[in-house]
């Protein structure tokens, strides 16, 4: 009879083992694919005269159940916009769609360009669908200017003996409430440099066509990375089988009538409140209710709680043995 079971053990060992070898390639696959989002080219090389703000984007974290996005925006000016210590050479200001209550960055003449952290709104997915979710965000920013004051001014006319000094000042004084107001911006060139990597996703970008050289539009496509996803389905699995081997445990106690044992209680007791922990390692899993919870651990935990019950009282009644 031992060597019937022993026979029998064998291929569920091979089977066993395959499946771990398998997992394991798998993972390391998952791993070699994981990293490294699709980073987005510079927007452009800049323009030819080299007057133009260097900006380089950098992903900070992101935050599905918020369903926020940070983003740091660090700026380098060159040509005609930077001076010889660094600073900037004419006030610029900044326009981008940060849900932070930033949307405009004024960075003064004279001073350096310090970096801006701008968080963007998450949309198009639930968070909920963990592992499976895969959101968008749009980055959109541009830079203005008051127009430079015009170098050549206009040649005086000849005064006559009717003229007086007080008259001359009068054409001039029109032009300056213009630069007051605001109106008359220009748009200034910049190139991107983005960065789109975070430990735990995979993050895709693309340009719109509307991008040019002095406008910026990218839309990002944030989903989880590929070792994520086979972690959590891996978890998934782990717990459908320890259940069903729970399940078959029970079953032999009730049906063939095997000797109930006081480490069955503990054991199962203890595999109920581990799957918690299981399932809040996962990483950055959100609170309970997402698809791998009704996926596995639901069920898991319905199955490992009425094992437990079932063998708690099949032992209280059933007649000792004489």
């Known amino acids: 009879m031992s060597f019937k079971l022993g026979r029998g ?3 569920i060992r091979v089977f066993l083992l395959l499946a771990l070898t398998l997992g394991l390639v798998t993972a390391a696959n998952s791993f070699q694919a994981q990293p490294q989002s699709s980073p987005a080219k510079p927007s452009t ?3 030819k005269d080299g007057n133009y703000i260097e900006t380089i984007g950098k992903i900070l974290s992101i935050d599905p159940i918020k369903g926020d996005v940070s983003v740091r925006l660090e700026f380098i000016p060159h040509g005609k916009f930077e001076k010889e210590d660094g600073t900037l050479a004419r006030s610029l ?12 960055v004024s960075f003064d003449k004279g001073k350096k360009m310090t970096p801006t952290e701008v968080v963007l709104n998450m949309y198009d997915s639930e968070v909920s669908d963990y592992p499976f979710d895969s959101h968008k965000a749009d980055l959109i920013f541009w830079f203005t200017a008051k127009p430079e004051k015009a170098a050549e001014k206009p040649a005086d006319k000849p005064k006559t003996e009717g003229e007086t000094p007080a008259a001359e000042p009068k054409p001039e004084a029109k032009p300056e409430p213009k630069a007051e107001d605001g109106e008359d911006e220009v ?3 910049f190139t991107f440099d983005f ?7 995979k993050i895709d970008t693309k340009k719109s066509a509307d991008s040019d050289e002095t ?11 590929p070792l994520v996803k086979f972690f959590s389905i891996f978890v998934m699995i782990l717990m459908w089988g320890v259940s069903i081997a729970v399940l078959l445990l029970v079953l032999s106690v009730v049906i063939r009538g095997r000797k109930v044992e006081i480490a069955m209680f503990s054991f199962i007791a203890t595999l109920i409140f581990s799957f918690v922990a299981v399932r809040n390692a996962q990483p950055g899993v959100p609170p309970v209710g997402t698809y791998s919870d009704y996926g596995a651990f639901f069920g898991a935990e319905v199955i ?13 009644l059933r007649p ?3």
């Open 9 to 11: 053990i064998k291929p």
């Open 45 to 47: 090389n800049g323009p």
């Open 93 to 104: 200001k900044l326009d981008v769609n940060s849900s932070n209550g930033k949307s405009e």
């Open 187 to 189: 748009d200034i060139p």
């Open 195 to 201: 960065a789109p990597v975070l430990a735990g996703f």
């Open 215 to 225: 406008y910026m539009d990218y839309q990002m496509t944030i989903a989880r990375a």
């Open 304 to 316: 490992l709680a009425l094992g437990l019950l079932t063998i708690l009282f099949t032992w209280l």
């Open 320 to 322: 000792a043995a004489k």
